[in-house]
């Protein structure tokens, strides 16, 4: 066991509650400066269609003499969006690699690179006459939003107590609703929907990402990576005493020192180990479950069609833009809600309740489409079951399925979930916007059937399936799996010997700066 020496204080677990300063400020710098550009390229290109493709005509014009057909013009345009998820897709699978090398932190600020490199390609897209620049920078922006995507959450779920984790959990959420929000109030013509201000729409992302870069760095790494990966004791402790009230760290080492123990015999595994590993084949399962079922929600064909949902509710179009603002501010009340319930109600009533509200207001949807040649006021319930899917999305289903990965999978496994969990969720949003046309076309109005089942579904098996994690313990999590398995819960554990800390001073350095290593103790 640890002892700490705390000028005589007694030190309690209890302690690490309080939210400190430096917890909220990178909580708030890494959602503002990564988690945030993800929900503002979902929306940016949505304001400055008509300009953008204009622009590809023009351009086209200026090389070949004629412009481009509807078809080939809807086709770069339908390109410029989903190259987005290509990227996207790119990116969540080098999470694993990244995290690994450089660490969480260092792999958020490392990344800010990319952000960079897309701003100055559609910043300068228009002057170089290229539209080229225009898509390929958002396939590097779409890659830096696959990193940050996974990487957040995760720097977020290892640095914070186990008290506070679902809510600076939620946080990346509250920032996406917040992008795609700030991307429909600049999109209005009032401030850069003219024509000749998109390019600077598109490439204004390099604002939040360099106020992260130049202040993310003076904060310190995962102390859990530290320790456990790194097996950096005295960097882990400096960095515990960033994150926490001043001597309060003894109960959190302790913890991270069993589950170090747990895995002393076990390096990080890879994807494929991951998935050939029977002790954690529900936490696995429960992973793909979740991030599939975020994407096949409809959230996305939502989004895409809430404007031809507003004109046939009667909406003057010119209105129209400002109701897609008011959607904004819904998304981020509700992320609020959750945010700030999820430590009194726990992750299991958020996500299953938003994907509950979600599947009866997808089928809403479909009887209010049906119904409103007959009974004109159904136009005005499409409407509030639109709102309702929002609002049930950004909740709980929004977020928690990240949080979920971080808190489903110890230290040694967890890179290797993310890199599972993002790739799914990036592979479902490209196969729903590029299968929801045809799906429309081909079912009509029944087509919101589809995704009220997959909603339904999902909430069925967490209900089921997924533990409550409100305030467990990474390990603790684990041994309820290993119940589920049927297996020992000390499967795995090695019995190579423990490290263990000597007596720390005050604040919680080691004395005479040593390790002792003994193999006979316990972690209680």
């Given at each position: 066991m640890v002892a700490l020496a705390a000028h005589?204080?007694?030190?309690?677990?209890?302690?690490?509650?309080?939210?400190?300063?430096?917890?909220?400020?990178?909580?708030?710098l890494t959602s503002f400066g990564s988690s945030m550009l993800y929900g503002y390229n979902l929306a940016v290109v949505n304001s400055p269609a008509v300009y953008i493709k204009d622009f590809y005509n023009r351009t086209a014009v200026s090389r070949n003499g004629t412009g481009l057909n509807g078809e080939a013009l809807t086709l770069m345009y339908s390109l410029t969006v989903s190259v987005f998820a290509i990227g996207g897709l790119v990116g969540s699978l080098m999470v694993g690699v990244l995290v690994t090398r450089f660490g969480r932190k260092g792999t958020v600020v490392n990344t800010t690179v990319l952000v960079f490199i897309a701003g100055t390609l559609m910043g300068f897209s228009r002057i170089c006459g290229s539209p080229e620049m225009v898509i390929f920078g958002r396939f590097v922006t779409g890659i830096h939003s696959g990193i940050s995507l996974s990487v957040v959450p995760m720097y977020l779920g290892e640095i914070a107590p186990k008290n506070l984790r679902g809510f600076l959990g939620l946080m990346p959420s509250i920032f996406i609703c917040i992008g795609v929000f700030t991307a429909q109030i600049l999109g209005l013509h009032e401030l850069l929907g003219k024509e000749e201000h998109w390019p600077l729409f598109l490439s204004v992302v390099v604002v939040p990402t360099f106020i992260q870069m130049m202040l993310l760095p003076w904060f310190p790494e995962s102390p859990r990576y530290l320790l456990i990966e790194k097996h950096n004791v005295h960097a882990t402790i400096t960095a515990l005493k960033w994150y926490r009230a001043k001597c309060d760290i003894q109960a959190e080492i302790e913890e991270m020192q069993e589950e170090q123990r747990s895995l002393s015999s076990m390096e990080t595994v890879s994807v494929w180990r991951l998935l050939l590993d029977d002790t954690v084949r529900w936490q696995v399962f429960s992973v793909v479950v979740i991030n599939i079922g975020m994407q096949l929600s409809g959230i996305d064909a939502i989004w895409f069609y809430t404007n031809d949902i507003f004109e046939n509710a009667g909406i003057p179009a010119p209105e129209i833009q400002y109701t897609t603002v008011g959607t904004g501010a819904i998304e981020i009340v509700a992320g609020l809600i959750g945010c700030f319930t999820i430590e009194k109600l726990g992750r299991r009533p958020l996500i299953i309740g938003g994907f509950a509200i979600m599947g009866v207001c997808c089928a809403g949807i479909t009887l209010a489409l049906i119904l409103q040649a007959h009974l004109s006021f159904m136009r005005y319930v499409s409407v509030g079951c639109v709102v309702g899917i929002i609002a049930g999305f950004c909740i709980g289903p929004a977020g928690v399925p990240?949080?979920?990965?971080?808190?489903?999978?110890?230290?040694?496994?967890?890179?290797?979930?993310y890199t599972v969990g993002g790739s799914l969720n990036w592979m479902s949003n490209f196969t729903v916007g590029f299968v929801f046309p045809f799906l429309q076309m081909s079912a009509g109005s029944y087509c919101y059937l589809v995704f009220a089942s997959v909603c339904l579904s999902v909430a069925i098996y967490v209900y089921f399936i997924i533990p409550e994690t409100k305030n467990k313990t990474f390990v603790e999590i684990s041994c309820m799996f290993a119940k589920k398995e049927a297996i020992p819960e000390t499967q795995g554990l090695g019995q190579v010997d423990q490290l263990k800390l000597r007596k720390m001073n005050g604040y919680g350095t080691l004395e005479h700066g040593s390790l002792e290593f003994d193999s006979s103790s316990s972690v209680p």
């Open positions: 005589g204080i007694l030190v309690t677990p209890s302690d690490s509650s309080h939210l400190t300063t430096s917890l909220l400020a990178v909580a708030l990240f949080l979920m990965t971080a808190e489903l999978f110890k230290q040694s496994h967890r890179s290797a979930a």
